[in-house]
Structures are given as C-alpha cells and as structure tokens.
C-alpha cells in the first residue's frame, strides 16, 4: 500500500536498459473502476506530448524507484485512447468534497491510498472539524470529478450502491432525496399524508447542517428541475429556502452552493 504522495516524484527505471525513463508528475484515475489506471512520467520532453505508464506495466513500486521491463511501456497519449479519455475527464479524487449518501458533507480529500495492483483501497479525509479520517474502499459509492459519494458509517455498501443510481445530473453529483424515500414505504405513506416520520433519516435534517446554512449566502442560482428558483445567487438562505430545497431534492446542491 502507498499514499499518492509516496509515489510521485518517483524515478520509473527500465530494467532492460538500465536507464531512467523520467519521473511520476501525476496519476490517471478510472473513477468507475476506483483505480489509478495510469501514471503520467515527465520525461523532459512535454513538446512531445504527455507520457503514460499504465499501472498494470509497472514491474516494481518501491520506496525509491519504479522499476518496468522496458521504455516500450512508456506510452504517448495518442496510442492510448482509453487513457486519453480518463485524461479528459481529469477525476482527480484528492482535493474533492466528501458527502455521505444522505446529504451531510463529511469533510474533504486529501489522500488516497493505493494497493499493488492500483486500486484505491482508502481515501483519508480531513473533516470539517479538523480531524483526519480514513475510508475504505467499501465505504465509497462514487468517485466524482467534484465529490466523492460514501455511506454513511452504519450503512450497508450495497444500499447506498442503490442509492448511487439515483443520482442526478448536475454541476456536481448529488443524491437524488426524493426517490431516497420513495424506497421507504413508511416514508412513502408520509409523503402521501404531507408529514414526515420522525425516525426516517432520510427525511429530516441534519440539525446542525442546517443550523451552519441559516444566513449564508447562495454563491449561485439553485433551481428546481423544472426551472423554478428556489434561491438566487447572493440570496439569503432561509428556512423558507431550506425547505424548498429539500423538497425538490437540491438540499446537497444548495450545501456546496455557499459563500
């Protein structure tokens, strides 16, 4: 197991020719596979175009080099579609917001650890309160390119993987609240009746979130799905506007939406 930081800047050396082939600048994540599928090598020839290692090539992952058979697995981009396009999406992971499926912002990514074959077994989150966490792999629903998706400590991996297909398209990957309690036919006769249980989870808020939004400002316009606004960009939000989020299933849009 190695944390990100212990890889780059590594020297990638060619048994066969017993030279330095150039030094880890970077990694390529295969966010549906939760895996580094690449690294990128800075040769010294960036005019030439970026280099790629797949991680599947790499012979050995030592403490002080990278070892591969040969330069011949040292790729350009163009002879490498499928790497190309994980270079496009540029899901980074490291650096991401960190949300639980029910909505609670959890904190934020600041390493990964990566096992030998390259998946990422862990990611370590620094929390909102300062604490430093780690959470394994089983825990993690969706590697997004802006927010990284885990259960919630007392939940099932294969819930939340349920949950996970209800996500909606957005500037940022949210969970989809309103089909989160239609898979609860208790929350589902609440619905029905305008109330909501109070032992459902999925149906209250997070007090002191909620308590944290009151009085911020909105840094963008949040709109329902069918164009209606729920909060214009600098506008305050309120109970009112709370509310109207949830409803609509933009509770997590409007918590990564604050100035």
Not at 154 to 162: C, G, W
Not at 227 to 252: N, P, R, S, W, Y
Request: charge should be negative.
């Amino acid at each position: 197991m190695k944390k990100s930081a212990e890889i780059l800047g590594l020297p990638v050396i060619s048994i066969l020719e017993g030279k330095e082939l150039g030094t880890v600048k970077d990694l390529v994540v295969d966010a549906s596979g939760g895996a580094v599928a690449a690294l990128i090598v800075d040769d010294g020839k960036w005019y030439l175009g970026a280099k790629l290692l797949p991680f599947g090539a790499i012979t050995g992952l030592g403490e002080y080099a990278i070892t591969v058979d040969s330069s011949e697995y040292i790729l350009s981009v163009v002879k490498s579609p499928e790497l190309e396009q994980l270079l496009i999406e540029n899901v980074k992971v490291i650096g991401t917001k960190v949300l639980t499926k029910t909505g609670r912002i959890q904190g934020t990514v600041s390493e990964i650890v990566i096992d030998d074959t390259g998946k990422i077994a862990a990611c370590e989150i620094s929390e909102n309160n300062g604490a430093i966490s780690n959470v394994p792999a089983q825990r993690i629903v969706t590697f997004g390119k802006s927010v990284l998706i885990i259960t919630d400590e007392d939940q099932p991996t294969h819930i939340a993987a349920a949950m996970a297909k209800t996500m909606e398209k957005h500037d940022i990957p949210v969970v989809n609240e309103r089909l989160a309690v239609q898979t609860t036919p208790t929350s589902a006769v609440a619905v029905q009746s305008g109330k909501e249980t109070d032992d459902d989870p999925t149906r209250k808020f997070d007090e002191k979130h909620r308590k944290f939004l009151l009085g911020k400002k909105a840094s963008r316009r949040i709109e329902t799905d069918n164009g209606m606004i729920i909060v214009d960009q600098g506008g305050e939000i309120t109970e009112e506007v709370l509310q109207k989020a949830k409803l609509a299933g933009k509770f997590v849009e409007l918590s990564m939406s604050v100035q």
